[in-house]
T-cell receptor, first 115, second 113 residues
Framework: DTGVSQNPRHKITKRGQNVTFRCDPI?????LYWYRQTLGQGPEFLTY????????KSRLLSDRFSAERPKGSFSTLEIQRTEQGDSAMYLC?????????????FGPGTRLTVL | AQSVTQLGSHVSVSEGALVLLRCNYS??????LFWYVQYPNQGLQLLLK??????LVKGINGFEAEFKKSETSFHLTKPSAHMSDAAEYFC???????????FGKGNQVVVIP
């Protein structure tokens, strides 16, 4: 069990550019979650997948944000036309099973800085 | 919608002293409650969780928390702080049928030698 991995760990981009982050969950975990964490705040839920199906995306911050999980394995989070307000830590988590109280295992995050 | 409140962003505690981090939740239905710890440059790690049953929950690293429905609280304690307990601690809540965790703002714990 190698844990949840995220790449890149850091991303610096200019306003208006598109960025994509990757998350590799723990093998065989069927659920995958994306959160955003800004300075001084706790993580904020964005979206989640059960296998390849995106079951909730209403919390994605705008239509500039999109996520995919092809084949139910790794996931990508894309932000188009980045804005300075998008600067944050983007966290990925995965869990096994269907219960709401199952432990979510978190990756180390991708820190995005938009100049 | 569910939410949690953690007061006092920074908490200083002397080595060997009691660690007490407060968490109050808001929910119209019975909640599932969690405490996570975040060390620098690492992912959040689950300390303990409450689902149903026994209201006193024991977790890793000597931490425990008690679910008090009448007070809508889930405070985290550890009898004796170690230097290794210096980290940020988050309380979180979710509900039956709701698959997203709602986190508090966190407590940054500093342990003073």
């Amino acid at each position: 069990d190698t844990g949840v991995s995220q790449n890149p760990r850091h991303k610096i981009t200019k306003r208006g550019q598109n960025v994509t982050f990757r998350c590799d969950p723990i093998s065989e975990h069927n659920r995958l979650y994306w959160y955003r964490q800004t300075l001084g705040q706790g993580p904020e839920f964005l979206t989640y997948f059960q296998n390849e199906a995106q079951l909730e995306k209403s919390r994605l911050l705008s239509d500039r944000f999109s996520a995919e999980r092809p084949k139910g394995s790794f996931s990508t989070l894309e932000i188009q036309r980045t804005e300075q307000g998008d600067s944050a830590m983007y966290l990925c988590a995965s869990s096994l099973g269907l219960a709401e109280y199952n432990e979510q295992f978190f990756g180390p995050g991708t820190r995005l800085t938009v100049l | 919608a569910q939410s949690v409140t953690q007061l006092g962003s920074h908490v200083s505690v002397s080595e060997g002293a009691l660690v007490l981090l407060r968490c109050n939740y808001s929910s119209s239905v019975p909640p599932y409650l969690f405490w996570y710890v975040q060390y620098p440059n690492q992912g959040l790690q689950l300390l303990l969780k409450y689902t149903t049953g026994a209201t006193l929950v024991k977790g890793i690293n000597g931490f425990e928390a008690e679910f008090k429905k009448s007070e809508t609280s889930f405070h985290l304690t550890k009898p004796s702080a170690h230097m290794s307990d210096a980290a940020e601690y988050f309380c979180a809540v979710t509900l039956w049928g709701n698959n997203r965790l709602a986190f508090g703002k966190g407590n940054q714990v500093v342990v003073i030698p």
